[in-house]
């Protein structure tokens, strides 16, 4: 299984990024997935998950401004965020766990110790 991310860059506050993740190996539609954030010297948090039925969960900071969403044709997953701010400059990664090792509990999903398979990251940086 591999995760590949792209579409990091620097942006305005403000802006607009939308970040890819482009799985091969699997089919993405079999797999829960999940995006995540991480700064230097922070612990690497949950941003957004989305489940095998396509339902989807947000960390409270991003709700209503991020949107996550997958094409099981392309199998990619994706990451459409708007009214970007300095704080959520991170290295973000994109995340998979098989459908039977999904947690039961949906709220349970945005938690990166669920996750079996990481990508590399890639750099959002939100400055004027």
């Known amino acids: 299984v591999q995760l590949v991310e792209s579409g990091g860059g620097l942006v305005q506050p403000g802006g607009s990024l939308r970040l890819s993740c482009a799985v091969s190996g699997v089919a993405s539609s079999t797999y829960c997935m999940g995006w995540f954030r991480q700064v230097p010297g922070k612990e690497r948090d949950g941003v957004a998950a989305i489940d095998i039925d396509d339902k989807t969960n947000y960390e409270n900071s991003v709700k209503g401004r991020f949107t996550i969403s997958r094409d099981n044709a392309k199998n990619t997953l994706y990451l459409e965020m708007n009214s970007l701010k300095p704080e959520d400059t991170a290295m973000y990664y994109c995340?998979?766990?098989?459908?039977?090792?999904?947690?039961?509990?949906?709220?349970?999903?945005?938690?990166?110790?669920?996750?079996?398979?990481w990508g590399q990251g890639t750099q959002v940086t939100v400055s004027s």
């Open positions: 995340a998979a766990v098989p459908r039977e090792e999904c947690p039961i509990l949906f709220r349970l999903l945005v938690l990166p110790q669920w996750y079996k398979y």
